[in-house]
């Protein structure tokens, strides 16, 4: 099963170059608060700092990014003074648990840094009460906060700005789904609600380690959009904890703090967390729960109690989200896979056009943007259509239909990639029948996004076939065919008119 995670495709070494940076920069950060003698509890709260800062900052452009890393703080250091005032408060502390998790949920309606502002801000509360921190600690953890910050921003736009020689790759936004609600704001209620359930049933498992089942529904909600994925990750989440459970019996307990030992395995665990995060959530949460349980250790209170309370906490966590996505403004999995394939289907042709100019000897026309945005896309559809081909899904057809889908979609970015290359090449010239195979994706695009997908006509024969010095004509017949193999699984399969009708 590992073997998945560090065999998976990387391509251009995305993955592990986003690990090693995430590990660099939270080393020097907690090494720099060494330095500078803060204690144990300040070290850790400036490592989650900039972990958060390496891990959740998203934007599209380095800019982008810098202006959301300057933001954390704004955000996160009033939410750590509120909890750490409200620590001996517990009605008016879960009030404000549960108004920051709405509120973080929430955010994600304005996008990337939304996204990373309300993380930071609940993940501030949670430290809090994972450190029980108090009035009095507050101006060393700020510094703490600061410098970690400051030293996760040096790695990440000085010594290791890799995103600058990246195609800047436009966020989708999720789609609104229907109803008078949109999805962000139905996501908040349920989220709400779903952190409600788990704190009041997480506090009669304990009074002391409650908030581990209000933080795993919180990361349940986290970055998925229907009902369907939610339930997926929140399997995903009991899974990967109790695999790192198991691996907490193995090396925390024993290692019961010792300080190189558990600093090494801190460190693997943080370059687990990045790199798996892309490819398996379970793998990046058994990752989370090793760090965890060495941080117990480090703190001197982890005993194989803590352990079986983590993994209890985490299902009364994932139960509160399940539940609350199952009765509460539901968003259906079929709605959502089917907006994100019209969206990705869109960028096909979009591609398709852009590619078709340059190769007519536009200057101004460039491909290569809107094949990374595909990709994206059609990363969406991987997500929001696991369910339905999750191994424990018992609708067989349903899978059947999702897995022809996901292949021909894959197909069709193949041909797209290929084509947006010959493009870029300045010798390649331009052919009449370019012109007429980008018409037909054209129309076979409009086809397969109407309201009830109609037949897209089959590649006509032709005399004259392309041939291996036509590669641009003979991907374009590729795309053709593949948009053309998409019509039965879209028309057959419930999303293809569910956000229709």
Known sequence: MLKRVFMAPDPGRVR????????????????????????????????????????????????????????????????????????????????????VMGAGVYARRWGPRGHALGVFAFMMLFAAQFLHTVPGQLPELYAAVLLSLGASATVRFGLWCYERRLPVVPVPAPPKGRGPLRITTRQAVQATLGGAFALGLGQLLSDQRWYWAVGATWWVFVNTTSRGETLVRGFRRVLGTVIGIVAGFAVAIPLDGAGAPTAV???????????????????????????????????????????????????VGSLGAVLAVLLVLPVTTHSITDAWIQKALRCVHACTAEAADRLAGSALADPGPRVAELEVLLGRVRLSIAPLVHPLSPLRARKARARQVLALLDDCVTEVRGLASIAADPDASHDARLSAACARVEAAVEILTAPRPGTVPAVPVQAHRPTATEPALAHLHGLERALAQLVSPLSHAPYAASTHA
């Open 265 to 315: 395995v801190v460190a693997v665990s943080v370059f687990g967390i990045f790199y798996a995060a892309a490819v398996s959530y379970s793998w990046m949460m058994f990752f989370v729960t090793v760090m965890a349980g060495m941080l117990y250790g480090a703190l001197g209170v982890l005993d194989a109690a803590l352990l079986w309370l983590r993994v209890a906490e985490t299902a």
């Open 16 to 99: 592990l170059r986003f690990a090693g940076r995430g590990v660099l920069g939270i080393s020097l950060a907690v090494a720099l608060c060494g330095l500078v003698g803060h204690s144990l509890v300040a070290a850790i709260t400036g490592g989650l700092a900039a972990l958060l800062a390496l891990f959740t900052v998203t934007d599209p452009t380095v800019r982008g990014q810098a202006v959301t890393t300057a933001l954390l703080p704004v955000v996160g250091l009033p939410v750590l003074a509120v909890a750490a005032v409200l620590h001996d408060h517990p009605v008016a502390r879960d009030l404000v648990f549960l108004a």
